[in-house]
Each structure stands twice: as structure tokens, then as C-alpha cells.
């Protein structure tokens, strides 16, 4: 089963910057959409971007749009989330994900049929 691989997570100060990458499991895959969700404790998982693998198009949570770009490199086959201006309340276990239908309700998990294990980010105030 084809999964994605998360990385670059890690404690950060409030106003800091995190880089995100994310690749599939298997080098060959080809999604239609790839997203970024978060976790924190006791919450439910929310949208926080995506992009279309075709045509490059962007999406974002309002809490993010600003602060947050979500990028591609085609050739390495990534998926980047560069987080800047970092809050406390963006702490969260951040999940990759694929999808590979050509629907468009890109902030629901159940675009989604391919996920990372996640990678924690820690924003202290």
C-alpha cells in the first residue's frame, strides 16, 4: 500500500519558521491532489493546503492563508509546506496526504486515500 512519508517537523519559538516535506512511499506515484492536515490533542484533524498536482492550484484554511505556502518539485516528486509566523496554536501533528480522483472538495480527509504517519510541530509562546 502507497503511503506518504512526512518530514522536517520540530519545536520552534512563536514567530519562527518550519519547512514540511512530503513524498510517497513508492517514487512512481502520481496523485491528483496532495494535502496537508493537522491534529492537536483532542481535537479534530483539520485542512491546512493543498495542491493539484495538474495546473499547480492552491488551496488554504483561512487560518493559515498568509503564513503558510504549500509547494511542489516535480522533480524530486515532493511536496513542500513552508509555516511562517508560527503560533502556539498551530502545535499539531501534521499529516500528508494523497488523492488520486478528481474530485474537488479538497479540504475534507476523505479526498484522501493515501496518508503519512504525521510529524509533530511544536510552536512554544
Known amino acids: 500500500q502507497v503511503h506518504m512519508v512526512e518530514s522536517g517537523g520540530g519545536l520552534v519559538q512563536a514567530g519562527g519558521s518550519l519547512r514540511l516535506s512530503c513524498v510517497p512511499s513508492?517514487?512512481?506515484?502520481?496523485?491528483?491532489?496532495t494535502g496537508w492536515f493537522r491534529q492537536a490533542p483532542g481535537k479534530e484533524r483539520e485542512f491546512v493546503a493543498a495542491?493539484?498536482?495538474?495546473?499547480?492550484?492552491?488551496y488554504y484554511a483561512d487560518s493559515v492563508k498568509g503564513r503558510f505556502t504549500i509547494s511542489r518539485d516535480n522533480a524530486k516528486n515532493t511536496v513542500y509546506l513552508q509555516m511562517n509566523s508560527l503560533r502556539p496554536e498551530d502545535t499539531a501533528v501534521y499529516y500528508c496526504?494523497?488523492?488520486?480522483?478528481?474530485?474537488?472538495?479538497?479540504?475534507?480527509?476523505?479526498?484522501?486515500?493515501?496518508w503519512g504517519q504525521g510529524t509533530q510541530v511544536t510552536v512554544s509562546s
Open positions: 496526504a494523497a488523492g488520486i480522483n478528481s474530485g474537488s472538495n479538497y479540504y475534507s480527509p476523505r479526498q484522501y486515500a493515501y
Open positions: 513508492e517514487p512512481s506515484f502520481s496523485g491528483h491532489v
Open positions: 495542491i493539484r498536482w495538474s495546473g499547480g492550484i492552491t
